[in-house]
């Protein structure tokens, strides 16, 4: 481009008032602030001036008003949509913790806007007007749930396990088969957590088997607690052995040693009818001798993300009091989640209210019912040669919980032939709200065990926009 060209092209950016006197941008300036507005003027002016002034500006910079109004109102969007928003799931991965891992209950949900939107009685006793522990509030519940003597609360399973270790094996051994030193997503790995915690692993037995007498061998003055952690994301399977957990409790019992399991994914059902028969549940470690148990309140619980610790008292005590539990501590919020979605184990209604436990039990007639009700409707409106139909598949637990475990599934099929299907995620992801579903060499799958009912008006819409022609 000669240098005058240029020039000239850059005397023709409009002016900062020139924006603001036309109405659509001074509506945006009504429903924000002149400042918000002034800025993402003076952004967009800036990078146009930038490419204009680049050694080879592209041929579709453009200076035009009109085009420059449109860029404007797309900046002003894409500036005030949250950076956390919705989705709909539509992988069938019922735990997906990219995707925030359990779907709250209604009741949850209500529970988080009254409680939000206020003081609360969070640390406060109504009863005597004097302060209060904000564990407290759901204390009761767990010990009726779990048929534990106490029980805290901790802003996730792993800060569960990093207290514990901290507070009752700090400077002294603790006691983990080799075939337990797992390492779970985020990288976080048994003996790093061991190590920061100040406690010293002491390994027993070999990868794929461990004994009893593995366990008594390593014994000494110098122990301090028996770890067993449950491999959520693995099995060994084949030539392996471990021993039982009232074996290693009749050990403990017997040598005065604490026994603590890490048991997962917080699986307080009988969940084998739907296929889910090796992930431990808390309320029966504990009366298999566990002393104390830890899980997440974010899988197969399906609650708010926390960790819990439950078990006896004088080992739940000493954590709730170490000086680190002010940093794990969780807020009104996690609180209010989690009671309201530990209430509906009390009352019995857990497989009705929980997302998560819904997704679980949900019979395959239901799923081939519903993809075929949104085959129906896609082929309304599909664009020639789109192909739609239903396959036969498979879904997932996810959130590192059972991976033996899948559940038959039917799939909606999606192939299109005038864009491709890489194209066609994308734009999916782009949507408002997004769709987030899976890829199978040239086709799009829609999972509709993690679609919600109320979801699939907006899946439909999404898919037909995605399907246009460019």
């Not at 390492?183 to 004994?211: C, H, M, Q, W, Y």
Request: proline share 6%.
């Amino acid at each position: 481009m000669p240098q005058e060209s240029r020039a000239e092209r850059l005397r023709r950016i409009p002016a900062v008032d020139q924006f603001l006197v036309r109405p659509e941008v001074a509506s945006w300036v009504d429903r924000t602030s002149h400042v918000f507005v002034v800025s993402q003027i003076q952004a967009l002016l800036g990078d146009i001036r930038t490419a204009l002034l680049a050694e080879e500006p592209a041929a579709s910079v453009t200076t035009e008003p009109e085009a420059l109004a449109a860029l404007l109102e797309h900046r002003l969007q894409q500036s005030l949509r949250p950076s956390l928003e919705p989705l709909i799931n539509a992988t069938g991965v019922i735990l997906h913790t990219n995707l925030g891992r359990a779907p709250l209950s209604a009741a949850a949900q209500e529970s988080l806007s009254a409680v939000g939107a206020g003081y609360t009685n969070l640390e406060f006793d109504l009863g005597s007007g004097g302060r209060s522990h904000r564990d407290q509030l759901v204390e009761p519940m767990l010990r009726q749930l779990l048929g534990c003597e106490a029980a805290v609360v901790v802003n996730n399973n792993s800060a569960a396990v990093f207290l514990i270790l901290n507070t009752l094996a700090a400077g002294r051994e603790v006691v983990v088969s080799r075939g337990e030193l797992v390492e779970i997503g985020g990288s976080f790995r048994i003996p790093d957590i061991l190590a920061r915690s100040g406690a010293r692993l002491r390994e027993v037995g070999t990868t794929n088997k461990t004994r009893i007498a593995d366990y008594e061998a390593a014994l000494g003055p110098e122990t301090a607690l028996l770890l067993r952690v449950h491999p959520s994301n693995f099995r060994i399977r084949g030539f392996a052995e471990r021993p039982t957990l009232r074996e290693v409790s009749e050990l403990g019992r017997r040598r005065g040693i604490p026994l603590v399991e890490d048991v997962g994914s917080g699986c307080l059902l009988d969940l084998r009818p739907y296929g889910i028969a090796d992930e431990p549940v808390p309320q029966e470690s504990l009366s298999q001798g566990a002393d104390l148990v830890c899980f997440s309140a974010d899988k197969l619980l399906g609650g708010p993300q926390a960790g819990i610790i439950a078990g006896r008292r004088e080992l739940v005590q000493p954590v709730r009091t170490n000086p680190l539990m002010r940093t794990y501590r969780v807020e009104k919020l996690i609180y209010g989640a989690l009671e309201a979605t530990l209430s509906s184990y009390r009352t019995g209604k857990a497989m009705v209210d929980l997302p998560v436990l819904r997704c679980i039990s949900m019979p395959l007639a239901e799923i081939r019912r519903r993809a075929g009700n949104l085959c129906r409707r896609l082929r309304k409106g599909l664009p020639a040669g789109v192909s739609v139909g239903i396959v036969d598949g498979e879904s997932v637990i996810g959130g590192g919980s059972c991976p033996d475990t899948v559940l038959s599934t039917k799939l909606v099929s999606i192939r299109p032939a005038h864009i491709s299907v890489s194209r066609m995620e994308a734009r999916l992801r782009a949507h408002a709200p997004p769709v987030v579903l899976r890829l199978e060499e040239d086709r799009a799958l829609v999972d509709l065990r993690t679609v919600f009912p109320a979801q699939e008006k907006a899946l439909l819409a999404a898919i037909l926009q995605a399907l246009e022609p460019d």
